[in-house]
């Protein structure tokens, strides 16, 4: 087997936990503004699946709400990984399962540059 030295650009998800004080008429519009803060991508009505609030304790004013949450942010990620195997091909894909542990990694990996290691 070669020694290949795959160049790569992906996306990774970092675990964050936190809380955020936010202006709100009830404790669902509360969620929503403190995963507004977080998620600025996402929809402002629909849930983000990385999203949990652990507690939504009202503030003594009425009008604010502490949000205790944990969540997943994205990032992107770009570096070199070394594989072996047979030819370049089989180096990006080795490459991929190489940089994303999970049992299907995402399709945001983009393998850059492929290059034979010596």
């Known amino acids: 087997m070669k020694r290949f030295a795959v160049r ?3 996306k990774m998800l970092e675990d964050r936990e936190g809380v955020e004080v936010v202006s709100a008429d009830s404790k669902g519009r509360a969620m929503f503004a403190a995963q507004a803060r977080l998620h600025p ?8 699946f990385y ?11 009425g009008a604010t709400f502490e949000v205790a949450y944990r969540t997943k942010i994205e990032r992107e990620v770009a ?3 070394e594989v072996e ?10 490459a991929r399962f190489a940089v994303h542990q999970e049992l299907i ?7 850059l540059d492929v290059e034979e290691v010596a």
């Not at 195997?85 to 080795?94: L, M, N, Q, S, V």
């Open 41 to 48: 991508d996402a929809p402002g009505d629909e849930p983000v």
């Open 105 to 111: 990694p995402p399709a945001c990996f983009k393998a």
């Open 85 to 94: 195997a047979k030819d370049a091909d089989e180096a990006r894909k080795k």
């Open 51 to 61: 999203f949990e609030p652990l507690s939504i304790v009202p503030g003594p004013d």
């Open 79 to 81: 570096g070199r990984v």
């Open 8 to 10: 790569y650009e992906t």
